[in-house]
C-alpha cells in the first residue's frame, strides 16, 4: 500500500512540475532581457566604459525615482500625463470605433468617407503641432487634440478591417436563422471584429504614448515629458531617463491590460484557448 501511494505521489509530481516550470519560464522569461541589460548597463556606467554624466547607472535612476517619489513630483506628473492620455484615447478611441464600425457596416458610408480619411491618415499627427498650437494654445487642449487623433486611426482601420473581414457564410447563415439587425451585429459581426479591434487598441496606445511624450515636451507646464524637458535644462540626466522609463512602465502596463482584456472576452475563440503557444 505504501508502496502503491509512493508511486502515485511520484506520478503525480512528474505530471505536475512540466506545467510548473511552464509557467515560471513564462512569467520570468519576458523580464530577462531587460534585466541583462540593466545589469550591463550598471557596469558598463561604475566601470567607466560610458560617462556616468551622460548615461547614469541604473542605481543613480533608481535613487532619482525615489527621491521624486518622496516629494511627490513623480506621482503627480504622472497622473496628469496619465489623465491626458486616458481622454484623448477616450475620444480618439471612441470616434474611430464608431467610424469603423458605421463604414464598415454600410458601404454608402465608406464611400464617402473612407477615402478622405484615408488621405488625413497619410498625414504625421506629430507634423501638425505648429497648426495646433496655432489653434489651441499650449493648454489641454492641444494635447488632447493631438493624442486623439494619434489614436484615432489604428482604432479605425482595424475596427473597419474587422467588420469587413467577417466569415460572410456566418452571416448568411445567422440570417437563415432569423437573427434582425441588431442581433446580426451584436451576436455575429462585433464578435467576429473583436480579435481586430483589440490589435488596433493595442497599436493605440503606443502611439498614445509617443504622441503624448512629444505634446508634453514642446508644450507643457506638467506631466512626465515637462519633468523631463526641465530636467534637461539643469542637467539631470538621471530624471531625463527616469521619465523615459516611466513612459515604457506605462505603455507596458497598458499593453498587458490589452491582453488581459483579449484573454477575458475572446476565450470563445480558438485562437485564445489553450495555453497561447500558437500566439
Given at each position: 500500500m505504501a508502496e502503491t501511494a509512493l508511486t502515485g505521489y511520484a506520478q503525480r509530481r512528474e505530471v505536475a512540475t512540466p506545467p510548473l516550470r511552464l509557467s515560471l519560464w513564462r512569467a520570468f522569461a519576458?523580464?530577462?532581457?531587460?534585466v541583462g541589460l540593466l545589469v550591463i548597463w550598471e557596469i558598463a556606467a561604475r566601470s567607466g566604459?560610458?560617462?556616468?554624466?551622460?548615461?547614469?547607472?541604473?542605481?543613480?535612476?533608481?535613487?532619482a525615482g525615489w527621491t521624486a517619489l518622496?516629494?511627490?513630483?513623480?506621482?503627480?506628473?504622472?497622473l496628469v500625463s496619465t489623465k491626458r492620455a486616458l481622454i484623448g484615447l477616450a475620444i480618439g478611441g471612441g470616434l474611430g470605433f464608431a467610424l469603423g464600425i458605421v463604414?464598415?457596416?454600410?458601404?454608402?458610408?465608406?464611400?464617402?468617407?473612407?477615402?478622405?480619411l484615408q488621405m488625413v491618415r497619410n498625414v504625421p499627427h506629430l507634423a501638425l503641432i505648429p497648426l495646433v498650437i496655432l489653434w489651441f494654445g499650449i493648454d489641454e487642449t492641444a494635447k488632447i487634440f493631438l493624442v486623439s487623433i494619434g489614436v484615432f486611426f489604428p482604432i479605425y482601420i482595424n475596427t473597419f478591417h474587422g467588420v469587413r473581414t467577417?466569415?460572410?457564410?456566418?452571416?448568411?447563415?445567422?440570417?437563415?436563422?432569423?437573427?434582425?439587425?441588431?442581433?446580426?451585429?451584436?451576436r455575429i459581426i462585433l464578435p467576429g471584429a473583436l480579435p481586430s479591434i483589440l490589435v488596433g487598441l493595442r497599436y493605440a496606445l503606443g502611439f498614445m504614448w509617443l504622441t503624448l511624450i512629444v505634446a508634453e515636451t514642446i508644450s507643457a507646464n506638467s506631466g512626465i515629458g515637462y519633468m523631463?524637458?526641465?530636467?534637461?535644462?539643469?542637467?539631470?540626466?538621471d530624471v531625463v531617463l527616469l521619465g523615459i522609463i516611466i513612459y515604457a512602465l506605462l505603455g507596458k502596463a497598458a499593453d498587458s491590460l490589452t491582453l488581459l482584456i483579449e484573454k477575458r472576452v475572446?476565450?470563445?475563440?480558438?485562437a485564445y484557448q489553450g495555453d497561447g503557444?500558437?500566439?
Open positions: 519576458p523580464w530577462a532581457l531587460p566604459f560610458v560617462t556616468a554624466r551622460l548615461m547614469p547607472a541604473p542605481s543613480t535612476v533608481a535613487v518622496l516629494d511627490g513630483s513623480l506621482i503627480y506628473h504622472t463604414n464598415g457596416l454600410w458601404k454608402p458610408a465608406a464611400t464617402l468617407l473612407d477615402s478622405t467577417v466569415d460572410p457564410q456566418v452571416i448568411e447563415m445567422a440570417k437563415i436563422y432569423g437573427l434582425d439587425r441588431k442581433a446580426l451585429v451584436t523631463t524637458m526641465n530636467a534637461r535644462e539643469f542637467f539631470l540626466t475572446l476565450s470563445w475563440h480558438p503557444e500558437a500566439r
